[in-house]
Nanobody
Framework: VQLQASGGGLVQAGGSLRLSCTAS????????IGWFRQAPGKEREFVAA????????NYADSVKGRFTISRDNAKNTVYLQMNSLKSEDTAVYYC????????????????????WGQGTQVTVSS
């Protein structure tokens, strides 16, 4: 199983980026795909998650109204559209798969996720 995250970069505050997470190696029906982020010196934190089958979504309070998670099942890809970016959004962003989610994207603990991508750096300059 592989998860490939991409799309990070340097953007000014108020700008936008779209991250992609492409999955391969198994079917993710019944799974949830989550995005997490980790800033230097901080713990990895939940950002958003989506049910692979139903499209049900869940967001951290800090990104609600600014970030949108979506999926394209035909491309085996999950996206994280990030708008109105703030300096505090600067972090390495990781995508992860929870294959025991039963289709519910409500796990916030990164240790509950089974597979991880390699991370992509997002830097927001103020």
């Amino acid at each position: 199983v592989q998860l490939q995250a991409s799309g990070g970069g340097l953007v000014q505050a108020g700008g936008s980026l779209r991250l992609s997470c492409t999955a391969s190696g198994r079917t993710f029906s019944g799974s949830a795909i989550g995005w997490f982020r980790q800033a230097p010196g901080k713990e990895r934190e939940f950002v958003a998650a989506i049910s692979w089958s139903s499209g049900m979504t869940n967001y951290a309070d800090s990104v609600k109204g600014r970030f949108t998670i979506s999926r394209d099942n035909a491309k085996n890809t999950v996206y994280l559209q990030m708008n109105s970016l703030k300096s505090e959004d600067t972090a390495v962003y990781y995508c992860a798969a929870d294959v025991e989610s039963l289709g519910f994207p409500y796990k916030y603990d990164p240790y509950k996720y089974d597979y991880w991508g390699q991370g992509t750096q997002v830097t927001v300059s103020s």
